[in-house]
């Protein structure tokens, strides 16, 4: 059975404005806001507006339009912040092995600073 959208999680509360965001840019689709907890120089989330979980449920039920919307704010906010020379990392944490914590699509754009490798090597298990 598929896993339900929790609307009480933290960024359902940002997007109806219950908290309060650091916000960076909007359009109808997304939203993007500061990391509360930057790992970068530099770290955005963007936030897709309606009620998905993750990137799975993403790619199944949203529209072109705001599949392209998503990707086009990415682009932007890197353009904004002045990262898109020097290079950034977006990534997208999916369920229990990518980590999830926040149960509500997100990518992050990590920048404005050398990055390091993509993430540690594992032990395979
Ligand atoms: P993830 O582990 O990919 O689900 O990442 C969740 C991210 O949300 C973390 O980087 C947190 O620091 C961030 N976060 C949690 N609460 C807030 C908040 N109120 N405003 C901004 N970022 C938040």
């Known amino acids: 059975m598929s896993e339900k959208y929790d609307s009480n999680n933290i960024f359902a509360k940002i997007l109806r404005k219950e908290i309060a965001c650091n916000k960076v840019y909007e359009t109808n689709y997304s939203i993007a806001f500061r990391d509360i907890n ?25 529209s072109n339009e705001e599949k392209a919307d998503i990707f086009s704010v990415i682009s ?3 353009e904004n912040e002045n990262i898109k020379e020097s290079g950034y990392r977006v ?27 993509m993430i540690k090597k594992l032990e395979i298990i």
């Open 91 to 117: 990534l997208t944490n999916v369920g229990e092995h990518g980590h999830q914590e926040v149960k509500h699509l997100h990518f992050h754009l990590l920048g404005g600073q050398p990055l390091g490798g």
């Open 76 to 78: 932007w906010v890197a």
């Open 38 to 62: 930057a790992r970068a120089k530099c770290h955005i989330l963007i936030v897709p507006k309606k009620a998905y979980i993750s990137l799975n449920d993403f790619s199944i039920k949203a």
